[in-house]
């Protein structure tokens, strides 16, 4: 697939916003997608009570079943106050800093269902004493919306802004320089699309490869490809799907962390090295099936595929809380993305392409 049908895909589905716990409407692209490959096949695409969407190819023998996941959701926050000025506090809606937030454009789901936008509020370095400037660590929760409100009437009568409503982090969605480099993207929600992404150019590889004249799977083993809810805030629609389907092994598809900034902590990724098979993850405390992980490196090197050796600390994902949680071997594949969980997050359009036939080729491999 090139470049320009990739980006195409990408775009499409950053349209629809995903608040984790709100992941339908992107999920309902992403069903779209995989229906307009799959659709001559008469291969139906589900969804669960969770709003996990999913895909299953049943295997000639049933032996085992692999699921390959990518999470929908986004970060954000969640209204948690109106003051009486109209101004909006709010809490977290997965995790981030409050480092980046002054001045950031937001948009918040009213209880119309219209976005609302808004502006994360701080003070100016003009009205800053130099030692705040130096000393002060500022937290989400001391900080405030502005959207332009007078009262807290006019947010809740007017603006139909009410406490429990999620908002996310706005901007635009594009190649960063596309007159000199069709493949660097940024945006939001980077973190997952990508992913997302990956997952659909895993299917058209499927669907053009591993599946006969009559749609059947020619592997012996059945495979789900799902589009799991609520990672963000623990990854609980991978733990929901796991628990009600019978799966011997999981892929997670993800991104990868690209960072060499000083005081960083990182295995040297680089952006355009190739797919990230991720060995440990959570500080030592998510630690992934070592067989796979080899099983990975192995299929990418006699497929010539260029891929990179990770660990990452700060960091969990669907494929570890299952490795952890259910005892299901597990394996992570990051597509490296820079500035993880800020706007806008960097990635690559050949990145996408290369996790999801680093995946397709270990499929193929399994009997």
């Given at each position: 697939?090139?470049?320009?049908?990739?980006?195409?895909?990408?775009?499409?589905?950053?349209?629809a916003r995903a608040p984790s716990g709100l992941e339908k409407?992107?999920?309902?692209?992403?069903?779209?997608?995989?229906?307009?490959?799959?659709?001559?096949?008469?291969?139906?695409?589900?969804?669960?009570?969770?709003?996990?969407?999913?895909?299953?190819?049943?295997?000639?023998?049933?032996?085992?079943?692999?699921?390959?996941?990518?999470?929908?959701?986004?970060i954000g926050g969640t209204i948690r106050k109106i003051k009486k000025n109209g101004s909006l506090e709010f809490s977290k809606r997965g995790g981030y800093e409050g480092r980046w937030l002054v001045?950031?454009?937001?948009?918040?789901?009213?209880?119309?269902?219209?976005?609302?936008?808004?502006?994360?509020?701080?003070?100016?370095?003009?009205?800053?004493?130099?030692?705040?400037?130096?000393?002060?660590?500022?937290?989400?929760?001391?900080?405030?919306i502005f959207i332009g409100a007078k009262n807290k009437e006019e947010v809740i009568n007017t603006f139909k802004i009410h406490v429990g409503a999620p908002f996310v982090f706005s901007g635009e969605f594009e190649i960063l320089n596309e007159e000199f480099n069709d493949d660097i993207i940024s945006g939001y929600s980077m973190d997952n699309l990508v992913a997302l992404t990956g997952l659909i150019l895993l299917?058209?590889?499927?669907?053009?490869?591993?599946?006969?004249?009559?749609?059947?799977?020619?592997?012996?083993?059945?495979?789900?490809?799902?589009?799991?809810?609520?990672?963000?805030?623990?990854?609980?629609?991978?733990?929901?799907?796991?628990?009600n389907n019978s799966i011997d092994e999981i892929i997670a598809l993800d991104i990868g962390l690209v960072e060499d900034f000083p005081g960083t902590v990182s295995s040297d990724i680089k952006l355009n090295d190739g797919p990230i098979i991720v060995w440990q993850e959570a500080s030592g405390s998510g630690v992934f099936d070592y067989q796979l992980c080899k099983t990975l490196v192995e299929v990418a090197e006699l497929n010539n595929i260029k891929f990179q050796d990770s660990v990452l600390e700060y960091y969990g994902s669907d494929a570890g809380k299952?490795?952890?949680?259910?005892?299901?071997?597990?394996?992570l594949v990051g597509i490296p993305t820079m500035f993880a969980h800020n706007v806008p997050e960097i990635s690559t359009l050949n990145g996408i392409e290369e996790a999801a036939e680093l995946i397709y080729q270990y499929l193929k491999r399994q009997n």
């Open positions: 697939m090139n470049k320009n049908e990739i980006f195409h895909i990408i775009k499409t589905l950053s349209s409407p992107r999920g309902e692209l992403f069903k779209s997608e995989l229906e307009k490959i799959l659709k001559e096949k008469n291969i139906k695409v589900n969804t669960d009570s969770l709003n996990n969407y999913f895909v299953k190819f049943d295997g000639e023998l049933n032996e085992k079943t692999i699921a390959i996941l990518a999470h929908m959701d986004e001045s950031r454009k937001i948009a918040i789901l009213n209880k119309e269902g219209k976005w609302i936008n808004g502006v994360i509020g701080g003070r100016s370095p003009h009205a800053t004493p130099q030692k705040l400037r130096k000393e002060e660590k500022i937290e989400p929760h001391e900080m405030e299917v058209k590889k499927i669907h053009s490869n591993l599946l006969d004249g009559s749609g059947k799977f020619t592997k012996n083993y059945n495979l789900y490809i799902v589009a799991t809810a609520r990672e963000e805030i623990g990854t609980e629609g991978s733990l929901f799907f796991a628990r299952a490795q952890k949680w259910l005892g299901i071997p597990s394996a």
